[in-house]
């Protein structure tokens, strides 16, 4: 997962630069998937997910290029679909398309879209990408969106169509994503207890629909991951970055509770995020996988860290870590 958001006073150009090398990194490391993430109207400069993607398409290999997440919310069916189809034919198919229904107010506000329904919005969404991108007109007569015998111009390379991953943090939220996604993104800094009692709901909903999981269906899941010689010294090594990062996740205007969210940080830092030894996370991630979660996306670097310790950090998880599940498919 990369970091794209910056300090306003950062040289954003010097960034993007970083961003290259690091996705070359990443490339050469071995790594599977290359994740970017979307907001807008944030505290941090934010370079947008799909320019960013499309820039790194060239950089990247054979490495999947996913949204982590998108906020289909604020946009029309018909742009997403003809953006992302584009995406997927630029990358030689190698999108998955990870969207979101938002929940910061001021996105909300200056979309001038009603925020209790974005997950109606979402939901209606999807459907239509799903017609959409079958190739025929489409006529669609919905509570959000219309399209009078349309047909978009180009379809993406997969069919029909990329997976589409629905990031959600609540029961039902949950089983909507097993009803219209193909996989539920869990985010970073929930327990494994939750996560896993979690994915059961999305594992439930997907047999009551009569959707299968297995046959190489992917249940991936976000971490905050740093490696250090130690438990200790990996914790003090990242703390103050993703400390501040967090802080800015913490602002009232979002709509968070900024009390209980700083109250939990410390229990994040403790018991969510993969900070450790290579034998601690390899531990905690072989928990994870027996909870039923195969595809794993980290987040290396935050706000303000020197561009070495990212560096660092995913070469070492590269070394240390990743052979010690390399025979497995």
């Given at each position: 997962?990369?970091?794209?958001?910056?300090?306003?006073?950062?040289?954003?150009?010097?960034?993007?630069?970083?961003?290259?090398?690091?996705?070359?990194?990443?490339?050469?490391?071995?790594?599977?998937?290359?994740?970017?993430?979307?907001?807008?109207?944030?505290?941090?400069?934010?370079?947008?997910?799909?320019?960013?993607?499309?820039?790194?398409?060239?950089?990247?290999?054979?490495?999947?290029?996913?949204?982590?997440?998108?906020?289909?919310?604020?946009?029309?069916?018909?742009?997403?679909?003809?953006?992302?189809?584009?995406?997927?034919?630029?990358?030689?198919?190698?999108?998955?398309?990870?969207?979101?229904?938002?929940?910061?107010?001021?996105?909300?506000?200056?979309?001038?879209?009603?925020?209790?329904?974005?997950?109606?919005?979402?939901?209606?969404?999807v459907e239509l990408?799903?017609?959409?991108?079958?190739?025929?007109?489409?006529?669609?007569?919905?509570?959000?969106?219309?399209?009078?015998?349309?047909?978009?111009?180009?379809?993406?390379?997969?069919?029909?169509?990329?997976?589409?991953?629905?990031?959600?943090?609540?029961?039902?939220?949950?089983?909507?994503?097993?009803?219209?996604?193909?996989?539920?993104?869990?985010?970073?800094?929930?327990?494994?207890?939750?996560?896993?009692?979690?994915?059961?709901?999305?594992?439930?909903?997907?047999?009551?629909?009569?959707?299968?999981?297995?046959?190489?269906?992917?249940?991936?899941?976000?971490?905050?991951?740093?490696?250090?010689?130690?438990?200790?010294?990996?914790?003090?090594?990242?703390?103050?970055?993703?400390?501040?990062?967090?802080?800015?996740?913490?602002?009232?205007?979002?709509?968070?509770?900024?009390?209980?969210?700083?109250?939990?940080?410390?229990?994040?830092?403790?018991?969510?995020f993969l900070f450790?030894?290579?034998?601690?996370?390899?531990?905690?991630?072989?928990?994870?996988?027996?909870?039923?979660?195969?595809?794993?996306?980290?987040?290396?670097?935050?706000?303000?860290?020197?561009?070495?310790?990212?560096?660092?950090?995913?070469?070492?998880?590269?070394?240390?870590?990743?052979?010690?599940?390399?025979?497995?498919?």
């Amino acid at each position: 997962m990369l970091n794209h958001e910056y300090p306003k006073t950062d040289d954003v150009g010097a960034r993007i630069d970083q961003l290259i090398t690091f996705t070359h990194a990443a490339r050469d490391a071995g790594y599977h998937s290359l994740f970017g993430l979307q907001h807008y109207l944030s505290s941090l400069a934010t370079v947008q997910v799909l320019p960013l993607l499309a820039r790194l398409i060239p950089e990247s290999g054979t490495m999947r290029l996913g949204t982590g997440v998108y906020l289909a919310t604020f946009e029309h069916p018909v742009q997403l679909a003809e953006n992302f189809a584009s995406l997927d034919r630029l990358s030689a198919g190698r999108l998955i398309l990870g969207l979101g229904a938002g929940y910061r107010k001021p996105e909300f506000k200056a979309f001038g879209i009603d925020r209790m329904s974005r997950w109606e919005r979402l939901a209606e969404t999807v459907e239509l990408l799903d017609e959409l991108w079958l190739g025929a007109p489409v006529t669609h007569r919905g509570r959000f969106y219309s399209v009078d015998e349309e047909a978009v111009s180009i379809l993406p390379e997969q069919r029909p169509r990329p997976p589409i991953w629905i990031g959600a943090n609540g029961e039902q939220t949950i089983r909507r994503a097993a009803r219209i996604g193909d996989a539920w993104l869990a985010p970073p800094n929930v327990k494994m207890r939750w996560a896993q009692g979690h994915l059961e709901f999305f594992r439930d909903e997907l047999e009551r629909t009569g959707k299968s999981f297995n046959g190489g269906r992917e249940f991936p899941i976000i971490r905050e991951m740093y490696i250090g010689d130690t438990d200790s010294s990996a914790i003090a090594e990242a703390e103050p970055y993703i400390r501040r990062e967090y802080a800015e996740y913490s602002n009232p205007a979002y709509g968070v509770d900024v009390r209980l969210w700083r109250t939990m940080f410390d229990e994040f830092l403790q018991k969510s995020f993969l900070f450790g030894s290579a034998d601690t996370i390899a531990e905690r991630l072989r928990e994870f996988e027996g909870a039923g979660f195969n595809h794993f996306i980290f987040r290396t670097s935050w706000s303000g860290m020197p561009f070495e310790l990212a560096l660092r950090n995913i070469e070492r998880f590269a070394a240390e870590v990743m052979p010690r599940f390399e025979d497995q498919t």
